[in-house]
Structures are given as structure tokens and as C-alpha cells.
């Protein structure tokens, strides 16, 4: 079950730290802050090139968080907030990823859920320093945590689509 777990987290946590530096550089295929600041825009979002630093910041430390097994709840957290982010522009495509739907940001929303409820396993930062395994309820933070602080940039930072004018 440890060795399990070890791959799940290193596995989604290395591809969202990955996605996150592809918003802020050129590596990984990335399109540069200019390009992450972009398609923050193109979503409709306000904040340009602060709201790219953060989300790219958001997804590479709870994506490391998590790979490394440290703090497993709170970068469980973070990584549920930026990928509610990413649903919510999704959602209106559908849930199917072919038509650029929201089913892989709810994949990685319920992995780091589920990470938070077991736990990062044995061969983790957490049980090294004596931290693991955390508390039942360390799960309704990160659910209302994550999901929260994700729908609340959401309803802060998104502008609506403007309504035509009615003729």
C-alpha cells in the first residue's frame, strides 16, 4: 500500500507542479508568464500577470507538497483550489476531456482528496518528521479548503460575459 501510494502521489503531484511551470516559463512546453498571463485572460480572468504567479505558484508548491508526501492535507488543499479554478472554466464544455470538458481537473480534485484521507504513506516527509498519519478530519479542510478558496477566486477574479444588448 506505501509503495502505492508513493507512486499516486509522485505521479499528481509532479503533473500539476508540471502544468504550473508551464504557466510561469518556457519548460515543459510552457507559453512563458506572458502566455499563462494569456490564457488567464482568454478565461476571463482579471489580475494578468499576478493571477498567473499565483495559480503557477499554487500548482508547483502543492504539487511538490504532495509528491513529496509533506504536509499531505494542505497541499492536498492547494491542489484542490487551483484545480476547482480549472473546473469551473471547464464546466460549461461538459465533463469529457475530448471537448476540453472538466473531468481531469475532478480526477486530480479527488486523488489529493483522497491523498488527504489516507494519508501520504509511509515513505513520505510527513511520517518522516512524525506528522502522519493526520486527523480524520484534516479531509473537511481540505474539501472546504481547497474547493472553497477555489470557487472564491472564481467569484473575485472572473469577469462575466458581457450581455448583448437587447434589440
Known sequence: MDTGLLILRLVTGLLIAGHGIQKVSFRLDGSGLAGGTEEFRHDGFRGGTLTALAAGAGQIGSGLLLAAGALTPLAAAGAAGVMTVALTVKWPH??????????????LIVVATVLALTGPGRYSVDQALGLAPW????????????VGSGLAVRALLHRPEPVAPRA
Open 135 to 146: 486527523a480524520a478530519w484534516w479531509v473537511a479542510v481540505t474539501l472546504l479548503g481547497g
Open 94 to 107: 461538459g465533463l469529457w476531456v475530448q471537448k476540453d470538458g472538466y473531468e481531469y481537473p475532478l480526477v
